[in-house]
C-alpha cells in the first residue's frame, strides 16, 4: 500500500538577514551550498529507504531564501527527488525573494506550478526598517512576471510591522491582488534576539498594540473577501479554492518528511526535528541517519496537537472524525470546555470551528483543550 506524503527541502541560505528574522540561515557560499545539497541529497535516499511505500504527491521548497540558489544545484536536487521518490506531484511550489527572482521563469522547467513571493508591504520606509532587501517596485514587478508564468501565485504579507496602519494593509493587497490567487497574511512574531527585537526593547522602533494589528488583520480579510478571497486558514487566503495543498497537510497532521538543517517531519504518528545548525547537519545528523530528534506524542497530545491545528482551519473539524480518530466522545469530555468558549467557538452541523469574527483567538481556545 502506497502512503502520499508532502515533500519540504529547506534550504538555510540568504543574501542578507531581515531584521525581525530568528531562523537559522547563513550567507550564500559555493562551496558550502554544494555540500549542503549534497548531504540533503543523501538524507532523502536514506528516508525514503526506510519509507519505501512513499508516494511524494507535493514539495515545497522554502527557506531560507531559495532563490538564491544557483539553478545546477537546484536541478540537481530535483533531478535526485525524481530519481529517489515516486511521485505524483499535485503542488509544486518554491519560496521567491524578489531580490533574487532572476531565475523566477525557469523554475517552470523544474516541474514547480505555484510560487510563493515574499513581499511583507509595499510601503519603501517599513521595508527598509524591517531590513528587507527589496523596495515595492522589485516585488510589484516579480508577482507581475509569475502571474504571466504560473498558475498559482501567492504572496506574503506581514501585518503588526512598525509604522504600519490600516491603510498601508489595504494598498498594498489591491497591488498585490491583481496578480496572486492566494494571500497568506500573517502578524509579525518578534523574537527578543534579533536586531528589531532588541530596537523595540530599547525603545528606538514602536510596534502598533494589537487592537492595531487586529485592525489591520480585519481590514486586510474585509478587503481579500469583497475581491473574491475566502479564508481557509487563520493567515491564509484564496480565490477559486486555490489552497496551499501543502501547508494544508501541516494543519490536516497528514505525513510530510522534511529535508535539510532544521526540517521538521511528520511520519506515522511521530514528529521529527533535524538539528538547525549547519555544522551538525553536515556532520549527518539528521533524520536519514536516524539522529533527528524525535518526539513519539502520546494519545492526548495527539488529541491536543489535533485540535490546535484543525481549528486553525475556517472549517475546524468533524466531531465524527475526532472521536474516530481518538476513540473519545468530544462533546461529553469537553462539555465544560466548551460552555467556556461559547463567545468563541461555533458547534453546529457535527463540527467544531472558531466563530467567524473570532480567529484571532484561536490560541487562546485551543490552550483550554491542554490536556492535564
Ligand atoms: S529572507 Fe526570510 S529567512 Fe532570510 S533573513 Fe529574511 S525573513 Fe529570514
Not at 81 to 97: D, G, L, M, Q, W
Request: aromatic share 10%; charged share 20%; hydrophobic share 35%.
Amino acid at each position: 500500500m502506497t502512503t502520499n506524503r508532502g515533500l519540504y527541502i529547506h534550504i538555510p541560505f540568504c543574501s542578507i538577514k531581515c531584521a525581525y528574522c530568528d531562523f537559522y540561515s547563513v550567507a550564500i557560499d559555493t562551496d558550502l551550498v554544494e555540500r549542503y545539497a549534497k548531504e540533503q541529497k543523501k538524507e532523502l535516499s536514506l528516508v525514503l529507504s526506510r519509507y519505501p511505500q512513499t508516494v511524494i504527491d507535493t514539495i515545497y521548497i522554502g527557506g531560507g531564501t531559495p532563490s538564491v540558489l544557483p539553478i545546477s544545484i537546484l536541478e540537481g536536487i530535483v533531478g535526485h527527488i525524481h530519481k529517489c521518490a515516486s511521485v505524483n506531484i499535485r503542488e509544486f511550489t518554491i519560496e521567491i525573494n524578489p531580490c533574487s527572482s532572476d531565475n523566477l521563469a525557469y523554475y517552470k522547467s523544474l516541474g514547480v506550478n505555484r510560487v510563493s513571493i515574499g513581499v511583507q508591504t509595499l510601503n519603501p520606509q517599513i521595508l527598509k526598517i524591517i531590513g528587507r532587501s527589496h523596495t515595492p517596485g522589485q516585488a510589484l514587478d516579480a508577482l507581475e512576471r509569475a502571474a504571466g508564468i504560473y498558475p498559482n501565485v501567492s504572496a506574503d504579507l506581514m501585518l503588526g510591522l512598525p509604522g504600519q496602519n490600516v491603510e498601508d494593509v489595504g494598498c498594498a493587497l489591491n497591488k498585490v491582488m491583481p496578480f496572486v490567487n492566494h494571500i497568506s497574511q500573517y502578524m509579525l512574531k518578534l523574537s527578543d534576539d534579533t536586531p528589531m527585537g532588541r530596537a523595540v526593547n530599547g525603545g528606538s522602533i514602536a510596534l502598533p498594540d494589537d487592537d492595531a494589528s487586529a485592525d489591520m488583520y480585519d481590514a486586510g480579510y474585509s478587503i481579500m473577501r469583497q475581491n473574491g478571497y475566502a479564508r481557509y486558514e487563520i493567515s491564509n487566503f484564496c480565490k477559486d479554492k486555490n489552497y496551499s495543498l501543502h501547508n494544508l497537510k501541516y494543519w490536516n497532521r497528514e505525513d510530510y518528511i522534511g529535508i535539510g538543517a532544521s526540517a521538521h517531519s511528520f511520519i506515522e504518528g511521530v514528529r521529527y526535528e533535524n538539528p538547525s545548525d549547519l555544522t551538525s547537519y553536515l556532520g549527518g545528523n539528521h533524520l536519514g541517519n536516524g539522529k533527528a530528534n524525535s518526539i513519539i506524542l502520546s494519545k492526548g497530545d495527539a488529541l491536543f496537537e489535533y485540535i490546535m491545528l484543525k481549528l486553525r482551519l475556517e472549517d475546524g473539524f468533524s466531531i465524527d472524525e475526532i472521536n474516530g480518530l481518538f476513540g473519545i466522545d468530544f462533546l461529553a469530555r469537553y462539555d465544560m470546555e466548551i460552555k467556556s468558549l461559547c463567545g468563541i467557538l461555533e458547534v453546529s452541523g457535527g463540527r467544531v470551528k472558531m466563530k467567524k469574527d473570532k480567529m484571532l483567538l484561536e490560541s487562546y481556545a485551543a490552550r483550554r483543550f491542554l490536556p492535564d
